[in-house]
Each structure stands twice: as C-alpha cells, then as structure tokens.
C-alpha cells in the first residue's frame, strides 16, 4: 500500500513560481515511476509530468521549459518546480503512481492570476 501526500499549492500571481512536493509513505518508493496530473475546472485530468525510477522525464509540450520535475529517493518524495506560471496553469496538481498498482493524492490546488 502506497499514500501520496501533496502540498505546497496556492495563489500566485502570473509569471511566479511554486514548489510542489508529494510524500509517498512505503520502502518501494524509489522502485515507482511516478507522475503529476492536473484538472481544471470543467477540464479533463492531464499528465503534466512523469518520472520513472530511473530519473527519465517526460513533459507536456504546454509545460516544456516551465517545470521540472525531480525526485529524492532518501527522502521518498516527488517534486513539481513550476516557474513563469501562468493562469492557464490554475488546477487542481495529483501526485500518481501508476505502476504496479495505481495510486492517486488528493490533490493541492493552484491558483494562477492574472
């Protein structure tokens, strides 16, 4: 059994940045590929980003450039840096393992304004 825990979302305004993190609570963290989605209002949920467990990345062209996602092993959690953030960006951010079981967070909103 695997929990994510999100947090560090919020307000901010166009152009900053934010620093998501999501805890994984199990020893198998650093065996998990790893991903973060989104879902904005009225929207479907997408993949912002992914992680394998080896450290291969894998974007969404409409982040490419603006995000990173990264993770620490040692500290089992997954990281979403987010700079140049703009309202587009406003969602409501999933951790996500989807591998060998599928496994969601709560989710942390984020707001971008204008």
């Known amino acids: 059994q695997v929990q994510l825990v999100e947090s560090g979302g919020g307000l901010v305004e166009a152009g900053g940045s934010l620093r998501l993190s999501c805890a994984a609570s199990?020893?198998?963290?650093?065996?998990?590929?790893m991903g973060w989605y989104r879902q904005a209002p009225g929207k479907q949920r997408e993949l912002v980003a992914s992680?394998?467990?080896?450290?291969?990345?894998v974007y969404a062209d409409s982040v490419k450039g603006r995000f990173t996602i990264s993770r620490d092993n040692a500290k089992n959690t997954m990281y979403l840096q987010m700079n140049s953030l703009k309202p587009e960006d406003t969602a409501v951010y999933y951790c996500?393992?989807?591998?060998?079981?599928?496994?969601w967070g709560q989710g942390t909103q984020v707001t971008v304004s204008s």
């Open positions: 996500h393992v989807p591998a060998p079981r599928v496994y």
């Open positions: 199990g020893s198998i963290f650093r065996f998990l590929p």
């Open positions: 992680i394998s467990s080896g450290g291969i990345t």
